[in-house]
């Protein structure tokens, strides 16, 4: 039994089973080897992976920070979604460099090009490619980081992975990747919005040691113009005022900080997630998370409610005026045992400090000298003013493909009755088929 365990691949690499007398030797890296009965060791294969999204709404995005382009491939999409380049560029924009001077001086339009899966202005049910070209790149800016791992930046994992990197503003590593998941976002808002007037609002609740009170700001009413009025996207013009002056405070002197951002999403429908392993909230810790300089999640109470007892934590129920069981408090988030309860979901996304910084720093070269850097380049000193978007994008991805999921994939739109008849009759009272 054991000799046969140890016949299974490896990362996708076989190799020969090993003698009843001999053990694997110690895994090192970079090149994994395994002792066979053959005279030259069988180098292990680095499967690469990790660009797709989704189980139903599939995301996959593609491109570098300092290629030709970046953006996305959306496989899932309903048919006869109104669609068009407009309704993702409001969200690029919001997410583009140069937007202020607290964020990079880079110079991008971040204009998008749909070049497959419309059809007058409708989806067709196909896979749409999404194109955003970089226009504005300065590949030289980043010849001292060919040599120097940026200390806390993704430079030596990825080389320590596999062996090979692209050097010119991190490649993949980079948050210009995001723009593919901040178009495929918009896409599922829209989806969200019209099948059950769902929102997703984000704003910045926390920038290094100014935190923005909670009971500041009613989740209930909070608008995304009040998040869009200010440069920092906080929705209290006070706080704003303490969140720029703080990242001013650092930009100047080439450093950087971070800071939390507050997601809430409204009309949630009920029932959404699964229990054990695949709860709602571990979907979207998963998918904030996976977003460039993320370091914490909290959900609901988060870590505040370990101060908590059950009697002052637990939200009790009460019957509404609509005759809807609903919560009289929301620690729980709006999520009760991996599944939605229509309550108001609410989370919390830490981001860390911009790792590349115009501040002399130790570090070690490729060829394992220690050596000093000061990086160039033009970076944000602080990710989360920019980051709302971003996470807003990642928490629809996810609703919307749980909504897929409780509904099979069984999403119509309604069909232009002058271009022929609806598929079903009855919807003709309802702005969508019934699921």
Do not use: W
């Amino acid at each position: 039994m054991a000799s046969s365990l140890l016949t299974k691949q490896f990362l996708g690499a076989p190799f020969s089973s090993l003698g009843s007398g001999q053990q694997p030797s110690k895994l090192c890296s970079p090149n994994l080897r395994f002792p066979t009965h053959r005279s030259q060791p069988k180098r292990l294969e680095i499967q690469a992976a990790g660009n797709t999204f989704g189980n139903y709404f599939r995301v996959t995005t593609f491109g570098e920070s300092h290629g030709g382009g970046v953006g996305c491939i959306i496989d899932g999409c309903p048919p006869r979604l109104p669609l068009s380049e407009s309704d993702m560029q409001v969200e690029l924009d919001r997410r583009r460099p140069g937007q202020s001077r607290i964020t990079t001086p880079r110079k991008e339009t971040d204009t998008c090009k749909i070049s497959s899966g419309t059809a007058d202005g409708l989806t067709t049910g196909s896979p749409i490619k999404v194109e955003v070209p970089n226009t504005d790149q300065r590949g030289n800016d980043y010849s001292e980081m060919s040599l120097a791992y940026r200390p806390s930046h993704a430079d030596a994992t990825y080389d320590f992975k596999y062996g090979v990197r692209s050097v010119q503003g991190g490649g993949r590593s980079s948050a210009r990747e995001t723009i593919g998941r901040v178009a495929a976002g918009a896409v599922a808002k829209k989806i969200l919005k019209l099948y059950s007037g769902t929102e997703i609002l984000a704003y910045v609740s926390q920038v290094h040691n100014v935190v923005f009170p909670e009971d500041l700001v009613d989740n209930q009413t909070v608008t995304l113009e009040q998040i869009e009025s200010n440069i920092v996207r906080c929705p209290n013009p006070e706080y704003a005022e303490k969140m720029i002056a703080a990242i001013d405070y650092v930009r100047v002197r080439g450093d950087s900080v971070g800071g939390v951002v507050t997601c809430i999403v409204r009309n949630v429908p009920r029932g959404l997630g699964t229990p054990v392993f695949d709860k709602l909230e571990a979907e979207l810790a998963k998918a904030c998370m996976s977003l460039p300089a993320t370091k914490g999640f909290e959900f609901g109470s988060g870590f505040a409610g370990t101060f908590m007892t059950g009697s002052e934590h637990n939200d009790e129920f009460f019957m509404d005026e609509h005759d809807q069981i609903r919560t009289k408090t929301n620690r729980s988030g709006g999520i009760q045992g991996g599944i939605s309860n229509g309550e108001i979901i609410n989370m919390r996304i830490a981001f860390k400090p911009t790792s590349t910084i115009a501040r002399k720093q130790h570090t070690v070269s490729r060829d394992k000298h220690e050596t000093e850097l000061i990086a160039r380049g033009r970076h944000d000193p602080c990710v989360v003013p920019r980051a709302v978007p971003m996470v807003e994008a990642m928490v629809a991805l996810v609703l919307v493909d749980q909504l897929m999921t409780q509904y099979a994939q069984c999403m119509l739109f309604p069909v232009n009755p002058a271009l022929q008849e609806p598929l079903q009759s009855s919807t003709t009272e309802s702005a969508q088929v019934p699921l």
